[in-house]
T-cell receptor, first 115, second 116 residues
């Protein structure tokens, strides 16, 4: 079955520390992968996406993610977290074949940033 | 440029009433997607529409839920005879054409439906 797993429900990091949010997927077809961020009361904003090419993808706000096919993972990283990064982060997967925007989302990881 | 507009932001209904959620896509976008986010869950795809057509409703519950995207006006997600389990955040997204690897979705801020 197609699924996305974000193992960490809630993560707290200190401002200025590095961050890694985990995402594992199970998908029969060739996947394309997304990370979205949701601030309280807001819609989802796309941070980055991967569909081919270089497996290390750069996104907005200083985020990057690495696609590792052998591990079925697409972890999100940031070298130095800012207080404004506190939000909920969602990993999502879709198909390159017949994609219609019906993405499969993980349950999300809530990020808290302490001063 | 206005983004994807959803209204109302919050909607309270009693069990058995009808809920109507509206979504105006970004200007120039003719493709609309509805997602539902239950508490402590990720977003779940419900339906994909183009103007006047339902393209994929594989995520829609079989009963009480319907969606439309008329030639003029916003897309409407309609829930008849609401039950407590319908309480969730409903998000709309739009794209200028069929979304794929090269086309991203733009999400609205959502409608929080609470059923008493």
């Amino acid at each position: 079955a197609q699924s996305v797993t974000q193992p960490d429900i809630h993560i707290t990091v200190s401002e200025g520390a590095s961050l890694e949010l985990r995402c594992n997927y199970s998908y029969g077809a060739t996947p394309y992968l997304f990370w979205y961020v949701q601030s309280p009361g807001q819609g989802l904003q796309l941070l980055l996406k991967y569909f081919s090419g270089d497996t290390l993808v750069q996104g907005i706000k200083g985020f990057e993610a690495e696609f590792k096919r052998s591990q079925s993972s697409f972890n999100l990283r940031k070298p130095s977290v800012h207080w404004s990064d506190a939000a909920e982060y969602f990993c999502a997967v879709g198909s390159l074949v017949g994609s219609q925007g019906n993405l499969i989302f993980g349950k999300g990881t809530k990020l808290s940033v302490k001063p | 440029n206005a983004g994807v507009m959803q209204n109302p932001r919050h909607l309270v209904r009693r069990r058995g009433q009808e809920a109507r959620l509206r979504c105006s896509p970004m200007k120039g976008h003719s493709h609309v997607y509805w997602y539902r986010q239950l508490p402590e869950e990720g977003l779940k795809f419900m339906v994909y529409l183009q103007k006047e057509n339902i393209i994929d409703e594989s995520g829609m519950p079989k009963e009480r839920f319907s969606a439309e995207f008329p030639k003029e006006g916003p897309s409407i997600l309609r829930i008849q005879q609401v039950v407590r389990g319908d309480s969730a955040a409903y998000f709309c997204a739009s794209s200028p054409q069929r979304a794929g690897a090269h086309e991203k979705l733009f999400f609205g801020s959502g409608t929080q439906l609470s059923v008493l």
